[in-house]
C-alpha cells in the first residue's frame, strides 16, 4: 500500500476568449543563421543550375 497518492487537478475553465500571442522580435544571432542559411541556399540553387540536367543527379537528393 502506497505512503501517499497523488489527485488529478483539473485545469482552470477558459472564461473569454484567449488573447492573441504577440510574436517576439528575433534575435541578433538568429537573423545571422538565417543569413548565413540564405547564401548556402542561393549557393546551392547557382550549384543545380551549373551543374548536367539529368535528373537524379546533384545535391538535393542526398540524405543526410
Do not use: D, W
Request: charged fraction near 35%.
Amino acid at each position: 500500500m502506497p505512503a501517499f497518492s497523488f489527485e488529478k487537478i483539473s485545469p482552470p475553465v477558459r472564461r473569454g476568449p484567449i488573447a492573441p500571442i504577440a510574436k517576439k522580435q528575433r534575435g541578433v544571432i538568429v537573423q545571422i543563421l538565417n543569413r548565413f542559411v540564405e547564401a548556402r541556399v542561393k549557393r546551392t540553387l547557382r550549384e543545380e543550375k551549373a551543374s548536367s540536367p539529368v535528373a537524379g543527379k546533384g545535391r538535393k537528393n542526398r540524405s543526410r
